[in-house]
């Protein structure tokens, strides 16, 4: 009998629940649609009819266009791929940060890691607007530091559920055995931890990336974030809410897609928790 691999189990466990399927394929489609479809429109995110101005959907304009004129449907695709690049990743640099300190924490001696945890818990109540603004006020409101203002926090969690991981493993027979053939630290590290918590790894992270997403919005909501001419669906709830009572279409479209898209990615981020750690989806049914 073939044994099955435990990241092919957990991807049929996944594909079981007809809903996690259903958040797949939408999060598919959206993806694509925001790469590809501002390049088969016939406007392009910044160009303005003046004489237009703003106007409810149409033929011309399936969405409807901005106070500026411009085409509402190409710059929710815009915005999306935007805030999709900087939940992506920032949740990647966040999560690597996170696991390489969580994993380091956890295998290293007592004195250590209780000095690289106090650290975390110093950084856990810092004001995460003040840091963004002293970064726009050091370096300008440059795009990157998006990326980095939310891969500076959002990496404390990941690395205490890592650590935590790790002090459940560090003890077992396999690391001891490993340490009795020789292996090194580093060895251990990259062999037997890190394949133990990449599980975990994608939980946090398919959940994190949500997360990431709502933080970009509050920050282009309060203009801390992506700046115009450039737009993100944060942005474009911005100028929607501005505009609401006259227009409510500008508010209407990007917070459907918002919301959809959060809602699917939230449904995935349960799914995958199920998929990996079956006793939890158990536990709930029970």
Same mark, same amino acid.
């Given at each position: 009998m073939n044994s099955v691999s435990p990241m092919r189990a957990a991807w049929?466990?996944?594909?079981?629940?007809?809903?996690?399927?259903?958040? $797949?394929?939408? &999060?598919?489609?959206l993806v694509l649609l925001c790469v590809f479809g501002p390049m088969l429109s016939n406007y392009t995110q910044d160009q303005q009819d003046l004489e237009l101005k703003a106007a409810g959907p149409s033929m011309a304009h399936w969405l409807g266009t901005d106070q500026l004129g411009r085409d509402i449907?190409?710059?929710?695709?815009?915005g999306g791929r935007v805030s999709l690049e900087v939940g992506i990743l920032a949740t990647a640099v966040a999560s690597f940060i996170g696991v390489i300190y969580g994993m380091i924490a956890g295998l290293t001696g007592m004195k250590l890691d209780s000095a690289m945890m106090r650290l975390v818990d110093i950084l856990y109540p810092f004001p995460f607007i003040n840091f963004v603004i002293l970064l726009m006020v050091i370096v300008g409101r440059e795009f990157w530091i998006i990326f980095v203002a939310i891969g500076a926090v959002e990496w404390l969690t990941m690395a205490r559920v890592v650590r935590g991981q790790?002090?459940? &493993?560090?003890n077992l027979e396999f690391v001891t055995a490993a340490r009795a053939s020789g292996a090194g630290f580093w060895h251990i590290l990259w062999k037997h931890m890190l394949p133990n918590v990449i599980g975990t790894v994608i939980i946090y992270s398919s959940l994190m990336v949500p997360g990431?997403?709502?933080?970009?919005?509050? $920050?282009?909501? $309060?203009g801390l974030g992506?700046?115009?001419?450039?737009?993100? !669906?944060?942005v474009l709830i911005r100028e929607g809410?501005?505009?609401?009572?006259?227009?409510? !279409? $500008?508010? &209407?479209?990007?917070? &459907?897609?918002f919301s959809a898209t959060l809602l699917a990615l939230n449904i995935l981020g349960d799914g995958l928790r199920d998929a990996f750690d079956p006793k939890s989806m158990s536990q709930q049914q029970a």
């Amino acid at each position: 009998m073939n044994s099955v691999s435990p990241m092919r189990a957990a991807w049929r466990r996944l594909m079981r629940q007809r809903i996690n399927a259903f958040a $797949l394929g939408f &999060l598919v489609l959206l993806v694509l649609l925001c790469v590809f479809g501002p390049m088969l429109s016939n406007y392009t995110q910044d160009q303005q009819d003046l004489e237009l101005k703003a106007a409810g959907p149409s033929m011309a304009h399936w969405l409807g266009t901005d106070q500026l004129g411009r085409d509402i449907a190409t710059r929710i695709l815009h915005g999306g791929r935007v805030s999709l690049e900087v939940g992506i990743l920032a949740t990647a640099v966040a999560s690597f940060i996170g696991v390489i300190y969580g994993m380091i924490a956890g295998l290293t001696g007592m004195k250590l890691d209780s000095a690289m945890m106090r650290l975390v818990d110093i950084l856990y109540p810092f004001p995460f607007i003040n840091f963004v603004i002293l970064l726009m006020v050091i370096v300008g409101r440059e795009f990157w530091i998006i990326f980095v203002a939310i891969g500076a926090v959002e990496w404390l969690t990941m690395a205490r559920v890592v650590r935590g991981q790790v002090l459940a &493993l560090k003890n077992l027979e396999f690391v001891t055995a490993a340490r009795a053939s020789g292996a090194g630290f580093w060895h251990i590290l990259w062999k037997h931890m890190l394949p133990n918590v990449i599980g975990t790894v994608i939980i946090y992270s398919s959940l994190m990336v949500p997360g990431v997403m709502l933080l970009e919005a509050a $920050l282009s909501f $309060l203009g801390l974030g992506i700046q115009p001419p450039d737009a993100s !669906w944060g942005v474009l709830i911005r100028e929607g809410a501005n505009a609401m009572e006259t227009y409510p !279409w $500008l508010l &209407l479209y990007p917070g &459907l897609f918002f919301s959809a898209t959060l809602l699917a990615l939230n449904i995935l981020g349960d799914g995958l928790r199920d998929a990996f750690d079956p006793k939890s989806m158990s536990q709930q049914q029970a």
